[in-house]
Structure formats: structure tokens, C-alpha cells
């Protein structure tokens, strides 16, 4: 089986910086695609950023300049930096990710989420 679990989440003020993991265990070969989503209470879930296992990254008009995306393969780890919080970030963000098992089959994946709260 393979496991995401999150962290890094917290309670921040306007301004400030946080930074997401994503932390990927289990049977995999290797991580194809990790995207961000957060969800804030009565929205839909919504793509943040993701990236490709080339490093090609895609991001959210809502936090281009802001946030960025990147990998540490060595550990299987994906982050999200979130710089310039402001209030509308607030949300629980999940990580979601492709892989291809050791068993060479392609599985997705999502992660337990974190809650991410900005004050104003």
C-alpha cells in the first residue's frame, strides 16, 4: 500500500510563510504526477500546484508568484512553499498523487490533508 501524509499546516498571519509536505511511503517504483488541492469550507476542492516527475510545474492564477512547488526525490517528498498568505488561502489542502507501484500498475492517491488558516 502507499501512504501520503501531509504536514506543515498551521495557523498563520497575513503576510507570512508556510511551507507543505507531502511525504509519499510505501511499494512505489516512482511518483509520476503530485498535485495540491485545498478546499475551503461551502467551496469546491480546487487544483493549487502541481508538478510532473520531468519538474514541469502548473499553478493557480490565484497563487502564481507566491507559491512554488518542488520535489525531493530522494525521499519521495513533494513541498509547497506558500509565501504572501493572505486570508483567502484559508483552506484544508490535500496532496494527491500518481504513482506506479513496484508491482509496475498505476494507482492514485490522496493524502489525509492539513488545515491551513490566515488571519487578517
Known amino acids: 500500500q502507499v501512504q501520503l501524509v501531509e504536514s506543515g499546516g498551521g495557523l498563520v498571519q497575513a503576510g507570512e510563510s508556510l511551507r507543505l509536505s507531502c511525504a509519499a511511503s510505501?511499494?512505489?517504483?516512482?511518483?509520476?504526477?503530485v498535485n495540491w488541492y485545498r478546499q475551503a469550507p461551502g467551496k469546491q476542492r480546487e487544483l493549487v500546484a502541481g508538478i510532473t516527475s520531468g519538474g514541469s510545474a502548473t499553478y493557480a492564477d490565484s497563487v502564481k508568484g507566491r507559491f512554488t512547488i518542488s520535489t525531493d526525490n530522494a525521499k519521495n517528498t513533494v513541498y509547497l512553499q506558500m509565501n504572501s498568505l493572505n486570508p483567502e488561502d484559508t483552506a484544508v489542502y490535500y496532496c494527491?498523487?500518481?504513482?506506479?507501484?513496484?508491482?509496475?500498475?498505476?494507482?492514485?492517491?490522496w493524502g489525509q490533508g492539513t488545515q491551513v488558516t490566515v488571519s487578517s
Open positions: 494527491y498523487a500518481i504513482v506506479t507501484l513496484a508491482t509496475g500498475s498505476r494507482r492514485s492517491y
Open positions: 510505501g511499494s512505489i517504483f516512482s511518483i509520476n504526477t
